[in-house]
């Protein structure tokens, strides 16, 4: 079985390794040669612990190997990114440029799967595409919906035994893709049709960015009451019933802060609840920006003096290195852009260089300031000691008591 990965990025290039590690003939594609050469090399391009080992042993034994152009394969996968273009709209041009490379090479009896979050019928349109070109091939491929849950940093673990959700255009389709997955799917693989799959990827990070603007909002709310937010969602959650998660400085990384929209775009009437979420957890970010700037202007005019802050943590959740699409991010820019007078120290301590902040080791940072903001709550930062003499900012619940 010879199959063909679209897209080496943080989803297609671990999925290929992994097929590739259970039996699959694999060629992935991408379209940045940089990445072609780098996989090509045995050297991962993307930040996921244990995976260059995979990809060295893949390589070398010849099951793997990359290319910026696709070959015949038994069965396609398009892992390609969906962006947004204008306001929130789902950009699926990534989607139907990998679909048009493949489609020449598309012979009877092939699986045709798309992976990427893509918006309500996709596939159903990626099958007109085919068809339109390939009258020939109707009734005779295979097209399927199979969207990834694995969580960056647990990748290699989530791959192999997440369940999964898997959508065809018809059932001999989604039997021939649930054939393909369980060479390395120890999950269970559920069958369904293409858009409940494309919907249920969508449902998954909506349900979560909900459930986080509730506790966002829950801290609003405490800020103001003079509660301490985190004592009061551990007591809730020792209701039976009850599993609130824990606020922060608002909602980052590359899915759950995006697929909600693609569900509002396409039900902007219906999707009342997905909207507020995604209003909510983006002015949570605005709202702790605006804190540190007052307390900045409050310490001086206190002190007389300009403060040192320390930012503490850039990342986009706890213990990672990865800061796209970080909240923590934008509020140091954003605060450090906007009083540019003020000291600053930035602290990410899963990172050694940044080309843009000069970073400061973390008990360096907490011993020098005067205000402290806790951007990420990365674990290093819970071994330090509460200080009384700091103005300390928690937005990530290091001192939860
Ligand atoms: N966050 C909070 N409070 C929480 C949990 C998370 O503020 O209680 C924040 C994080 O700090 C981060 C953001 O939410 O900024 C997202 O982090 P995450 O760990 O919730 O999720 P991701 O984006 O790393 O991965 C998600 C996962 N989806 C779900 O848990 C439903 C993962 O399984 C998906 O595969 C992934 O999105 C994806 O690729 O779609």
Redesign the pocket.
């Known amino acids: 079985m010879k199959a063909c990965f679209m897209g080496l990025g943080y ?1 297609g290039l671990p999925t290929a390794i992994i097929a590739a590690k259970h039996g699959v003939q694999v060629i992935g594609v991408d379209i940045n040669p940089k990445v072609v050469e780098m996989t090509n090399a045995g050297k991962l391009h993307i930040i996921e612990p244990g995976m260059e080992e995979m990809l060295q042993e893949v390589v070398k034994s010849g099951a793997l190997h990359a290319s910026t152009t696709p070959e015949v394969a038994d069965a396609y996968f398009m892992v390609v990114p969906t962006p947004f273009k204008g306001d929130h709209e789902p950009d699926i041009s990534y989607v139907e440029a990998a679909t048009r490379a493949v489609l020449p090479l598309l012979k009877e009896g092939d699986l045709y799967v798309i992976e990427s ?1 893509s918006p309500v019928g996709t596939t159903d349109k990626m099958k007109d595409l085919i068809f339109s070109e390939r009258p020939e091939l109707k009734d005779k491929i295979y097209i399927a919906y199979c969207p ?5 940093g647990n990748v290699i673990y ?1 791959l192999v035994h997440n369940d999964r959700v898997i959508g065809g255009m018809n059932e001999e389709s989604t039997t021939k893709a649930i054939e393909f997955y369980s060479q390395f799917v120890q999950g269970t693989l559920h069958r369904t049709n293409c858009k409940t799959a494309e919907m249920c ?1 969508l449902t ?2 909506s ?2 960015d909900v459930q ?1 603007a509730f ?2 909002e829950l801290s609003l709310i405490c800020d103001k009451a003079g509660i301490n937010v985190w004592e009061l969602i551990n007591l809730a959650n020792k209701h039976p019933r009850v599993n609130i ?4 400085c ?8 995006v ?1 909600p929209y693609f569900i509002t775009s396409d039900f902007p009437m219906e999707s009342k609840i997905i909207a507020s979420a995604r209003n909510i957890n983006n002015y949570k970010s605005f709202w702790c920006a605006e804190k540190v700037q007052n307390e900045m202007l409050k310490f001086e005019l206190k002190n007389g003096r300009k403060p040192w802050v320390a930012m503490m943590g850039l990342a ?3 213990n990672i290195d990865d800061l796209r699409e ?2 923590a991010k934008q509020i140091a820019t954003k605060v450090m852009q906007s009083c540019n007078n003020a000291q600053f120290m930035i602290v990410e301590p899963n990172i050694e260089t940044h080309n843009v902040f000069k970073l400061t080791d973390y008990k360096e940072a907490y011993e020098k300031a005067d205000i402290i903001v806790f951007l ?1 709550a990365h674990d290093p930062f819970k071994s330090l000691p509460y200080r009384e003499d700091k103005v300390i900012l928690d937005f990530c619940g290091i001192f939860k008591k």
């Open positions: 989803i979050t990834e849950r694995v969580l960056p989530e990827k998954e990070n349900s979560r986080i506790a966002n998660l824990q606020p922060g608002g909602v980052g990384g590359h899915c759950i802060a697929d986009f959740k706890p970080s909240p990420t």
